[in-house]
């Protein structure tokens, strides 16, 4: 079974709209990390925001918020007043425990957005 | 602040023809990983050291080699390269191997087997 799963290959907004991108996951570790990253057509890796999986509130960073719902395995990122930047390849990630007290990180496929204006 | 630092940037090989990436970290980080990225993939995890001087394999580790040489640097090599090893290879680094642990990306370096 697939760890995370974005189910959206490609997603289209308008400028200055609100999106929402999806990611749910499959873990049984009670204690686990959930990361949106970012990867716009230059190619570099962008660290977006982080969800804890005991944090109670939804984490947000500026423009962007993690609707985390743990009962669901969901943790979609949602992104306010769509930006002509915006544009790129976002993945959902997740770090959990494993073996010798290491944990790694394992990615989805990731969501191409694209923004027009 | 640099962040995490790669070279080359871009490579051809030839089929059988070895090479090495380099991948340096500036942010006193104690753990390093390789993955590749293919086409409607994700990326993948390679080979991770959780802190200097340990190594393990990941998800994809078959015709690849590390090297922890210091707490700044880690290398990765391909020692016979095949054109299924032709992919966008990314070192990232972390403070430490916790859930809680975001981790940090190079530049990324495109490798082509022919």
């Known amino acids: 079974a697939q760890k995370i799963t974005q189910t959206q290959p490609g997603m289209f907004v308008q400028e200055k709209e609100a999106v929402t991108l999806d990611c749910t996951y499959d873990?049984?570790?009670?204690?686990?990390?959930l990361f949106w990253y970012k990867q716009p057509s230059s190619g570099e890796m962008i660290f977006l925001i982080y969800?804890?999986?005991?944090?109670?509130q939804n984490a947000t960073e500026g423009r962007y918020s993690l609707n985390f719902q743990k009962a669901r395995k969901s943790a979609n990122l949602v992104i306010s007043a769509s930006q002509l930047g915006d544009s790129a390849m976002y993945f959902c990630?997740?770090?959990?425990?494993?073996?010798?007290?290491?944990?790694?990180?394992?990615f989805g496929k990731g969501t191409m957005l694209l923004v027009s204006p | 602040n640099a962040g995490v630092t790669q070279t080359p940037k871009f490579q051809v090989l030839k089929t059988g023809q070895s090479m090495t990436l380099q991948c340096a970290q500036d942010?006193?980080?104690?753990?390093m990983y390789w993955y590749r990225q293919d086409p409607g993939m994700g990326l993948r995890l390679i080979y991770y050291?959780?802190?200097?001087?340990?190594?393990d394999k990941g998800e994809v580790p078959n015709g690849y080699n590390v090297s922890r040489l210091n707490k700044r640097e880690f290398s990765l090599r391909l020692e016979s390269a095949a054109p299924s090893q032709t992919s966008v290879y990314f070192c990232?680094?972390?403070?430490?191997?916790?859930?809680?642990?975001?981790?940090?990306f190079g530049p990324g370096t495109r490798l082509t087997v022919t």
């Open positions: 873990t049984s570790d009670p204690s686990y990390g």
């Open positions: 942010m006193n980080h104690n753990s």
């Open positions: 969800q804890g999986s005991y944090d109670q």
């Open positions: 050291s959780a802190s200097e001087g340990t190594t």
């Open positions: 990232a680094s972390s403070v430490g191997t916790s859930v809680i642990h975001e981790q940090y």
């Open positions: 990630a997740m770090r959990e425990n494993a073996e010798g007290g290491y944990s790694t990180l394992t």
